[in-house]
């Protein structure tokens, strides 16, 4: 299982559609200070059905649709799909690739879908548990993040563990 591809539209800086391919194996996005490569780490956990707009670097969930520039006008609705690679089955659906979709208003309404089907964000939830990817999994680990999980709880440590254990459900 790997990220495929991710589609970016009206998501922090993204105003216009962007479209982002992975590979198997390593990527790395380089750029300048402040260029936006945070705000893709960020989209990712966004659409994976992150709550809280502080693990997005954000203090309101609207924040997160593009705000608009001097040039550019600010966006009603940001969207954003994640592809990924599911030829091994690891996700319990029987698809081969899996599109998970996350589309908010200003009106702070999120809608969630899988392959265009629309659902709940408990559907999204139980599709990734235990696979390592979601939000309160390991895999997503922000600036800062390993000196938390090392002078964390031992509950919260635990709750990383079993994670990667597969065994939360
Ligand atoms: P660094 O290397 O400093 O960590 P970075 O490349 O990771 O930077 P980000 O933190 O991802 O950059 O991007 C920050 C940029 O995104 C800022 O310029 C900020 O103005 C812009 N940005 C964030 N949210 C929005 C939004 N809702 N609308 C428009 N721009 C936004």
């Known amino acids: 299982m790997y990220f495929?591809?991710?589609?970016?539209h009206g998501f922090k800086s993204f105003a216009e559609p962007v479209s982002i391919e992975f590979h198997e194996g390593i990527t790395c996005i380089v750029g300048p200070n402040?260029?936006?490569?945070?705000?893709?780490?960020?989209?990712?956990r966004w659409v994976l059905g992150e709550q809280s707009p502080k693990m997005l670097r954000g203090g309101k969930m609207e924040e997160i649709i593009f705000a608009g520039t001097?040039?550019?006008?600010?966006?009603?609705?940001?969207?954003?799909?994640?592809?990924?690679?599911?030829?091994?089955?690891?996700?319990?659906?029987?698809?081969?690739?899996v599109a998970i979709t996350r589309r908010m208003y200003r009106s702070g309404e999120s809608e969630y879908s899988i392959n265009n089907n629309?659902?709940?964000?408990?559907?999204?939830?139980?599709?990734?548990?235990?696979?390592?990817?979601?939000?309160?999994?390991?895999?997503l680990i922000g600036q800062g993040k390993i000196a938390d999980i090392v002078s964390n709880k031992p509950e919260s440590r635990r709750e990383i563990f079993e994670e990667a254990a597969g065994i939360v459900k």
Do not use: F, H, W
Not at 4 to 8: A, N, Y
Not at 121 to 132: P, Q, S, V
């Open 118 to 139: 629309q659902c709940r964000l408990r559907d999204i939830r139980e599709l990734i548990m235990d696979t390592g990817i979601g939000v309160d999994g390991y895999s």
């Open 4 to 8: 495929k591809r991710i589609d970016l």
């Open 70 to 97: 001097a040039s550019r006008k600010s966006r009603g609705m940001a969207e954003v799909t994640l592809v990924i690679d599911n030829s091994t089955g690891i996700l319990p659906i029987d698809y081969a690739e």
């Open 34 to 44: 402040g260029s936006g490569k945070s705000n893709i780490s960020d989209a990712i």
